[in-house]
């Protein structure tokens, strides 16, 4: 059975390194298992930086807390240097990745760095021989792998990662079922965002898979990210909500927001208030503590909260010192 474990992931978007910092250590003060950057390049013209640097980075700032990137694109990065690059990290880091890998969906940041975007379903076949050909380098000695996207012909690779027999791998999935079924098959578990009801659904799909694939259901991470919007008082609530949505309503893919980005504003932060809550983890300590339980109830074992930088070490605090110690 997997323990209720908390993390937090940041945005970096328009982030500097000393600010990520700073949430990184808050969090890892605050006893957090884990702290998230993500693997995008950009979505607006505002400085966005790298996640592999900035997680090496991190190491050294940090102790205990756990690493990552929410989720790492497979199509970035050949799988056999991934594999390579991740061993390192967990070497350097004392065993503390998180591996989270995912098929890729930006598709303007494809386009705009000179990547193939191939259409879905080519993109999960690629992380399913990715997965299988990272997993054979973290635990074989000469490993070799023929796939219709990716070789590897006896490729060494020392270190091997400190966790065994290797770091977990969770798959960041969306809505398709054949990859959930390769989170089932191949992986530790899944990441997904959206309401409980979604999630609860996607449990119960996974959950299948993996009984088909000889693995218990409840040993495996079920991990969702979500959106936290928090304070002690409730009228500040959608003040939060609002400048929280600023940036996202540039940039959403609601078509509303194209022609009128305050229109999609509003539909946004309709869709996080605290009464009527369909995204996010949204309200008073006592509202979150609720909405965390549903979650819950879902099947959920991993809360991830992401928030843009508004108000982000005091969200954390609070979620820490009046939500978390609910679920101990």
């Known amino acids: ?57 991190l190491i050294s700032t940090t102790e205990k807390i756990r690493l990552g990137a929410l989720v790492i694109c497979n199509s970035y990065r050949d799988p056999a240097l991934l594999a390579k690059m991740a061993s390192t990290f967990d070497n350097l880091s004392g065993g503390r990745l998180e591996f989270c890998i995912g098929a890729g969906w930006h598709d303007k940041e494809y386009r705009a760095y000179g990547y193939p975007f191939p259409k879905p379903n080519i993109r999960v076949s690629q992380l399913e021989e990715a997965v299988q050909i990272i997993k054979a380098m973290w635990t074989k000695e000469k490993p070799q792998y023929k796939g219709k996207h990716y070789w590897i012909n006896k490729a060494i690779s020392y270190p091997k990662p400190v966790q065994k027999p290797h770091p977990p791998i969770t798959i960041g999935v969306g809505h398709g079922k054949r990859i959930l079924r390769l989170a ?96 996010g983890i949204v309200g008073t300590p006592d509202q979150c503590i609720r909405r965390v339980q549903k979650y819950l109830d879902a099947g959920a074992n991993y809360i991830i909260l992401t928030m843009p930088s508004v108000n982000a070490e005091q969200s954390i605090e609070l979620f820490a010192k009046d939500v978390i110690p609910s679920f101990n």
């Open 1 to 57: 059975m997997q323990k209720l474990k908390f993390g937090v992931e940041l945005p970096q978007g328009g982030q500097s390194f000393k600010e990520i910092q700073s949430l990184a250590n808050k969090a890892e003060e605050l006893e957090y298992s884990s702290f998230f950057v993500n693997d995008h390049f950009f979505f607006s013209n505002e400085p966005y930086l790298e996640c592999w640097t900035v997680l090496s980075s």
């Open 184 to 279: 089932a098959e191949h992986g530790n578990g899944f990441n997904k965002s959206g309401s409980p009801e979604e999630y609860a659904e996607t449990v119960k799909r996974f959950d299948t898979y993996c009984m088909k694939a000889n693995k218990n259901p409840s040993t495996m991470l079920k991990s969702v990210q979500t959106l936290l919007v928090i304070d002690q008082d409730s009228s500040k609530v959608a003040k939060i909500a609002k400048q929280n949505l600023k940036k996202k309503a540039s940039y959403s893919n609601i078509k509303s927001a194209l022609k009128n980005p305050g229109t999609a504003l509003k539909y946004l932060s309709s869709m996080i208030s605290p009464s009527n809550s369909t995204i």
